[in-house]
């Protein structure tokens, strides 16, 4: 039954008499070539119903065996996010009907995840920081796929992603503002991606997150009545979700209406979210321990092994980049946004000192480059090495970071392993320091407008940038511009 809520807006003062809270359960599609529970292909794109086998389609006599890549991922973000690592584990079984289950249950975790407690620190636009508390992470598998085409009558099945690996990722009831669920969503895709686990993907479906909204009086102790929302296929849209969930429960509770346990489903077009069923209706899904399945111990060597090959976390980076490097707080977000740029970055530094201008150049000419041609870090044709040339030509006043970034850089980018000052120099863009060549040209361009020196003197100091146009103009743009305005000034206040 599917029936749209929707509410007039409401004001501020009556919004602030309520609080939000959220808890989010995320699944994350883990990047195994084969399948949670058999070898079957987990290949993207393939003919429907190819990538499966006996043990996919749960046939009878057939029996499940653990991915332990599917394991070390999981255990990989339990570290990451600072979980303690379950042991012993035992799996269950789910049991449901649906056309996408093929063996009638899921193959999961009930009591007894892999990763118990820990937590996903965020960092909000104003720059509070935040914990959000895990509850767990377990292992499981995903479900097929039922299709509904266009002028079918019948609905289509295809298993090919039954039994994908999936981490499911569960927040305890943390959350206080769409943008702390947001960012928590887009925390969790910079740790899934560093950590080479999934791809990250929410708009493809790789990541995909429910989202538990409850409202409570301000200051009261005790939450309020969950709602669970689905269905949302970006973070823009679980934002969007919560913030309806949010206006429509306080439109329930103030008109003295019982908010009630049950599951909604959000509509990106229209912003609103309808009921799909209560609580009423809730599946007993008779969790009971696998039987097909041993128990998957986690040894401490096991453990150590996957500890040691943890990639740099991008909480880690970014301190470094701020402590060490000494970068604004908004440099060291954008440089450690993805692993390979904080990567190369961190080579850049090794080839120069000047960190805020390697920030700069990283931020500014890289990414625009990268972001023009929708190339990846890993194909930039330029070396840590060539930057870090380019950035010591300026810092020496050779060229101005105009000229090394809209002259010098862009042949750089065409041959790869030029040397910056080889092409400034084939350009003849090397700029003169030298005061001794650099005074004489001054000297000749004040003697040449006596008038508007004096001009200059009585106050109009705006002048000074008709003196440097000269300046510049005579020497065909090579002086260097920082020593010539500094020479003109001495000049022109003698
Ligand atoms: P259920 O028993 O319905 O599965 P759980 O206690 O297991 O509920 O919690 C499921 C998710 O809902 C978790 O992410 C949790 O943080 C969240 N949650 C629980 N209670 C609330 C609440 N009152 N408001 C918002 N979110 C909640
Ligand atoms: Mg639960």
């Known amino acids: 039954m599917i029936e749209e809520t929707k509410t ?29 529970y058999t070898s079957d292909s987990t290949t993207f794109g393939n003919l429907p119903n190819t990538n499966i086998s006996v043990i996919t389609l749960g046939h009878p006599g057939t029996l499940p065996k653990v991915n332990k890549r599917a394991v070390e991922y999981a255990i990989r973000m339990g570290l990451a996010c600072d979980c303690e690592v379950t042991r012993r584990n035992i799996f269950s079984r789910k049991n449901y009907f649906y056309p996408d289950l093929p063996k009638g249950y899921q193959i999961t975790q009930d009591k007894g995840p892999i990763c118990v407690g820990g ?106 009545k969950k709602v669970e929302v689905k269905n949302m296929n970006s973070f823009r849209n679980v934002a969007r979700a919560i913030e ?38 809730l599946n007993d899904y008779r969790y009971f ?42 440099d060291a977000g954008v440089l450690t946004d993805s692993k390979e740029i904080a990567l190369y970055f961190e080579s850049l530094c090794q080839s120069t000192k000047n960190y805020k201008a390697a920030s700069n150049w990283m931020m500014g000419p890289v990414k625009s480059y990268l972001n023009e041609l929708t190339l990846h870090i890993d194909d930039f044709p330029i070396k840590p090495e060539g930057i870090a040339a380019l950035i010591k030509m300026v810092d020496e006043g050779k060229v101005s970071f105009s000229v090394a970034s809209q002259r010098v850089y862009p042949e750089m980018l065409k041959a790869d392993g030029r040397d910056p000052s080889e092409i400034a120099q084939a350009l003849n863009l090397i700029q003169d320091s030298d005061e001794g060549s650099i005074k004489p040209i001054i000297e000749q361009v004040l003697a040449e407008n006596p008038g508007k020196v004096n001009e200059y003197k009585a106050g109009k100091k705006g002048l000074l940038g008709m003196f440097m146009g000269q300046v510049m103009k005579r020497s065909k743009g090579k002086a260097d511009p920082k020593l010539a305005n500094k020479i003109l000034i001495e000049l022109l206040e003698k």
């Open 119 to 224: 937590q996903i620190p965020i960092i909000l636009g104003d720059g509070t920081k935040k914990n959000v508390k895990l509850n767990r992470i377990h292992m499981e598998e995903d479900a097929g796929k039922s299709m509904h085409l266009v002028g079918e009558t019948d609905t289509l099945v295809d298993f090919n992603r039954a039994g994908v690996p999936l981490i499911e990722i569960v927040s305890e009831p943390d959350m206080r503002s769409s943008e702390e669920a947001y960012m928590f969503l887009m925390e969790i895709k910079k740790l899934v991606r560093y950590l080479e686990i999934c791809d990250g993907n929410m708009e493809e479906g790789s990541l995909r997150c429910d989202a538990n909204i409850s409202i409570m009086p301000k200051g009261a102790k005790e939450f309020g």
């Open 289 to 330: 321990p696998e039987p097909d399945l041993s128990p998957v111990v986690v040894s401490e060597e096991w453990l150590e092994n996957i500890q040691n090959e943890l990639p740099p976390l991008p909480r880690e980076l970014f301190q470094k980049f701020v402590d060490k490097y000494g970068l604004p707080p908004y």
């Open 244 to 281: 309806h969930e949010f206006e429509r429960q306080i439109v329930m509770v103030e008109s003295g209406e019982e908010i009630i346990s049950e599951t909604r489903t959000f509509d990106a077009t229209s912003g609103l979210t309808s009921s799909m069923r209560t609580k009423e209706d």
């Open 8 to 36: 007039a807006p409401i004001s501020a003062e009556i919004k602030g008499k309520y609080e939000l809270v959220i808890g989010l359960e995320v699944h994350a599609q883990l990047l195994t070539n084969s399948k949670m």
